[in-house]
């Protein structure tokens, strides 16, 4: 394992712990080392591997898009496990170019190492709670290894589902559940007799069981529904609007099954959940008209505790939220301005800001780890345990001055919401849930 994917590992288990508010693993594995292909949805651009390798702990490859390597990131991307996957809108000779790298994930396998490859092949602009077809590229992987080493090694291969309420949300939530590994061993009949029939099938049983491990809407109009419902219903994976008495498994299993029940819908029942989500449009625009979320309007009446306990948290933490200020200020700024101006999908925006932010605030505050050490009054030991555990502090000072930074916004938007007539709105969501009763079953 190189020295810079051992660093990253460690450093993003334990940003990632300050990010998210609740990290859940479905069927953790309990080894560093396997010959397992792991298959995952692409929710998150380039916040999926990141959360997938710093959360579980096999060591892990990762087939990333090669129009991302060039000769001054190739490098840095070689040390931490990133493999370059040709695609036919890269415009290369695609054959030729993955042969090669074929050869490379052979002897990756081979050693005994594992590889994450995300099967839908591209992500969405905007989260939607689906899942695309599975490529047959990470069978192909598997089968041409099983070949290199003559079918006497055991490889398999597993699908993952990655569930996000928000990866752009700080203080969000994400879910990682694991599927049942297939032992690509026991095709090598099939194989043999027709290989184009054996990658089919065990690309179809792959996307069957990840089907069950994401929230899988299959109409995108429905998705859109389907979000707001989870919203209004409080029971889902909706990022804000959430019953805090359940744990983030519930809301998943919630959501999943909702999904599942408007796949299933007839025509007459289609109808009426369409025509509720008409309704629901509606209600939407009453929200926008108002300048208020969901989220506001259920806590208008008791949001001045919540203002209050926020602003007392604020002023107990103010001599952090100082450090935190200095420490990661002005980089937090500046790199939330260029990733926005640069990158014109969102999506990519939290994973680019989470990775430039690691490597700004570590090599920024870097200086600190060896001046403080200098200028401390006690005994050089006793200083450089000081140094050190006042640097990896760093990370959480930032993290309370993007909490406080939150809490100053949320005390200003209470100014304006308390300020306003919400008895007609309220009226409206009470309307609205009447109707959901009538059209939603009980889950």
């Given at each position: 394992?190189?020295?810079?994917?051992?660093?990253?590992?460690f450093a993003?288990?334990?940003s990632?712990?300050l990010y998210f508010?609740k990290?859940?693993?479905i069927?953790?594995?309990d080894?560093?080392?396997?010959?397992?292909?792991?298959?995952?949805?692409?929710q998150?651009s380039?916040?999926?591997?990141l959360?997938?390798?710093?959360q579980?702990?096999?060591?892990v490859?990762f087939?990333?898009?090669?129009?991302?390597?060039?000769?001054?990131t190739?490098?840095?991307?070689?040390?931490?496990h990133m493999?370059?996957?040709?695609?036919?809108?890269?415009?290369?000779?695609?054959?030729?170019?993955?042969?090669?790298?074929f050869e490379?994930t052979?002897r990756?396998?081979?050693?005994?190492?594992?590889i994450?490859?995300?099967?839908?092949g591209?992500?969405?602009?905007?989260?939607?709670r689906r899942?695309?077809?599975?490529?047959?590229?990470?069978?192909?992987?598997?089968?041409s290894?099983l070949?290199?080493?003559?079918?006497?090694k055991e490889?398999?291969?597993?699908?993952?589902?990655?569930?996000?309420?928000?990866?752009n949300?700080?203080g969000?939530?994400v879910?990682?559940?694991?599927g049942?590994?297939?032992?690509l061993?026991?095709?090598?009949?099939?194989y043999?007799e027709?290989?184009?029939?054996?990658?089919?099938?065990v690309?179809?049983?792959?996307?069957?069981d990840?089907?069950?491990?994401?929230?899988?809407?299959?109409d995108?109009?429905?998705a859109?529904?389907?979000e707001?419902?989870?919203m209004?219903?409080r029971?889902?994976?909706?990022?804000?609007c959430?019953?805090?008495?359940?744990s983030i498994?519930?809301?998943?299993?919630?959501?999943?099954k909702?999904?599942?029940?408007?796949?299933?819908?007839?025509e007459?029942?289609?109808?009426?959940?369409?025509?509720?989500?008409?309704?629901?449009?509606?209600?939407?625009?009453q929200?926008?008209a108002?300048?208020?979320?969901?989220?506001?309007?259920y806590l208008?009446?008791?949001?001045?505790w919540?203002?209050?306990w926020?602003?007392?948290r604020f002023?107990c933490?103010f001599?952090f939220?100082?450090?935190?200020?200095?420490h990661?200020?002005p980089?937090?700024?500046?790199?939330?301005?260029?990733?926005?101006?640069?990158?014109k999908?969102?999506?990519?925006?939290?994973?680019?800001?989470?990775?430039?932010?690691?490597?700004?605030?570590?090599f920024?505050?870097?200086?600190?780890l060896?001046?403080?050490?200098?200028?401390?009054?006690?005994?050089?030991?006793?200083?450089?345990?000081?140094?050190?555990?006042?640097?990896?502090?760093?990370?959480l000072?930032?993290?309370v001055?993007?909490?406080?930074l939150?809490d100053?916004?949320s005390i200003k938007?209470?100014?304006?919401?308390k300020?306003?007539?919400?008895s007609?709105?309220?009226?409206?969501h009470?309307?609205?849930?009447?109707?959901?009763?009538?059209?939603?079953?009980l889950?």
């Amino acid at each position: 394992m190189r020295f810079l994917y051992l660093f990253l590992w460690f450093a993003f288990q334990y940003s990632f712990r300050l990010y998210f508010r609740k990290i859940k693993i479905i069927n953790p594995s309990d080894y560093l080392f396997g010959r397992t292909i792991f298959v995952s949805n692409h929710q998150g651009s380039f916040m999926d591997p990141l959360i997938i390798a710093s959360q579980r702990k096999p060591v892990v490859y990762f087939m990333t898009r090669s129009d991302v390597f060039n000769k001054f990131t190739r490098p840095i991307l070689w040390a931490v496990h990133m493999l370059p996957i040709y695609r036919q809108r890269d415009g290369v000779d695609t054959k030729e170019k993955n042969t090669k790298i074929f050869e490379k994930t052979n002897r990756v396998l081979f050693r005994k190492r594992n590889i994450l490859i995300f099967g839908e092949g591209f992500t969405d602009d905007r989260i939607q709670r689906r899942l695309h077809p599975i490529k047959k590229g990470p069978a192909r992987i598997g089968f041409s290894a099983l070949d290199y080493c003559n079918w006497e090694k055991e490889i398999f291969i597993q699908g993952l589902g990655v569930n996000y309420t928000d990866f752009n949300l700080r203080g969000s939530d994400v879910l990682i559940a694991a599927g049942s590994k297939i032992r690509l061993n026991d095709f090598q009949k099939e194989y043999e007799e027709n290989s184009a029939k054996a990658i089919t099938e065990v690309t179809r049983l792959l996307e069957a069981d990840m089907r069950k491990l994401v929230t899988d809407v299959h109409d995108t109009e429905l998705a859109d529904i389907h979000e707001e419902l989870m919203m209004l219903t409080r029971k889902g994976m909706h990022p804000t609007c959430f019953d805090r008495r359940l744990s983030i498994e519930a809301r998943w299993k919630y959501s999943i099954k909702l999904a599942d029940w408007m796949n299933s819908l007839g025509e007459d029942q289609l109808g009426s959940l369409k025509a509720l989500g008409i309704k629901l449009n509606q209600y939407k625009t009453q929200l926008s008209a108002l300048n208020v979320t969901e989220q506001e309007r259920y806590l208008s009446k008791s949001n001045a505790w919540n203002v209050s306990w926020k602003f007392m948290r604020f002023v107990c933490l103010f001599p952090f939220f100082l450090l935190g200020a200095v420490h990661a200020g002005p980089t937090y700024l500046l790199i939330k301005r260029w990733v926005e101006t640069k990158f014109k999908r969102p999506v990519f925006w939290g994973s680019t800001k989470k990775v430039t932010s690691i490597f700004a605030a570590f090599f920024i505050n870097l200086p600190v780890l060896f001046i403080l050490p200098l200028v401390l009054p006690w005994a050089v030991e006793l200083n450089w345990t000081i140094s050190i555990s006042y640097f990896l502090c760093v990370g959480l000072f930032a993290q309370v001055f993007l909490l406080g930074l939150s809490d100053l916004a949320s005390i200003k938007r209470y100014q304006k919401v308390k300020s306003l007539d919400l008895s007609g709105l309220n009226r409206s969501h009470q309307e609205l849930m009447n109707e959901i009763h009538k059209v939603l079953p009980l889950l």
